[in-house]
């Protein structure tokens, strides 16, 4: 093959551009360029826009700064008011705690409240705040840490962000309710009058049952009775003994007829939960 022949062939299979599709190559170019370009300016404004806010917030807290060390107390106020959120919100990143995060930010603003006379404005009143919250945080941090409070939960704690009951709420207290301890003596004493006035088979029987808490057989074999006997003897004597309930405290019958308002009983489930919880 001659070399004008190779040529030829080489220049067919890699045809050049055509113009037409030169020039839209090139206007992508200058689209992707000009995209580039009003990114970074747009981004450039941005900087520029928070640099110029930061810069006034800083000289509005040297405003506040300076007429608090005049004797202006509303100006540490006003001061309180616009860190107040940030510092809590600082806290609570790094301690996991609202009460302890609450604590950090009250120890902060006092520290701040002693120390402004002396604040010489080498960095930001932001910076600065944030750096005495910073270090209250982490010697808190580690105070606990050092004593594993970390392997502990609060008992104030809640169970999730719309539940209102906390651990403490299902923790019993070493002393019960005064009320329901009141009920409960009360109640005991009512039984305990009523079984003196059965019948001494049916107090025997219910004595063996329900205070011995022995089985059948046993009972069986102590009275020398069948089991049959037994249970029917003991069901016969709840009933004596609930009929004498019910003369003796009438707001016990079945078909009594409570008033309103009146309250003979306290609730099953009563608001006292929260009183009967393990305080610590």
């Known amino acids: 093959m001659s070399m004008f022949a190779a040529t030829t062939i080489a220049s067919s299979s890699h045809p050049s551009p055509s113009p037409f599709s030169l020039t839209r190559l090139h206007g992508r170019r200058r689209d992707s360029a000009a995209e580039a370009t009003s990114a970074s300016g747009t981004s450039g404004n941005e900087r520029d826009r928070a640099l110029a806010e930061s810069k006034a917030e800083a000289a509005y807290d040297a405003g506040l700064v300076k007429r608090y060390n005049t004797g202006d107390e509303s100006a ?67 105070y606990f840490f050092r004593r594993r409070r970390q392997d502990s939960i609060s008992i104030d704690r809640p169970f999730g962000e719309e539940a209102g009951a906390t651990l403490g709420d299902f923790i019993p207290a070493d002393h019960g309710d005064p009320a329901q301890e009141a009920v409960t003596n009360e109640f005991a004493y009512l039984i305990a009058t009523c079984m003196e006035k059965l019948d001494s088979r049916h107090r025997e029987i219910l004595t063996m049952r329900n205070t011995l808490h022995l089985p059948y057989e046993d009972i069986a074999r102590a009275l020398s009775i069948n089991v049959g006997t037994v249970k029917s003897r003991i069901a016969r004597a709840r009933e004596s003994l609930r009929k004498l309930i019910s003369e003796t405290a009438p707001e016990f019958n079945h078909g009594a007829n409570i008033e309103e308002g009146t309250h003979y009983f306290l609730p099953s489930r009563p608001a006292y939960g929260c009183q009967s919880v393990a305080y610590a």
């Not at 302890?100 to 930001?124: C, K, M, P, W, Y």
């Open 76 to 142: 540490f106020v006003e001061i309180m008011d616009r860190y107040h959120g940030r510092i809590l919100g600082l806290a609570m990143n790094l301690l996991r705690n609202r009460a302890d995060a609450e604590e950090i930010a009250q120890d902060a603003f006092i520290r701040a409240h002693r120390g402004l006379a002396n604040f010489r404005g080498d960095s930001s009143l932001a910076t600065w705040l944030y750096r005495i919250a910073l270090n209250l945080a982490r010697n808190r941090y580690w």
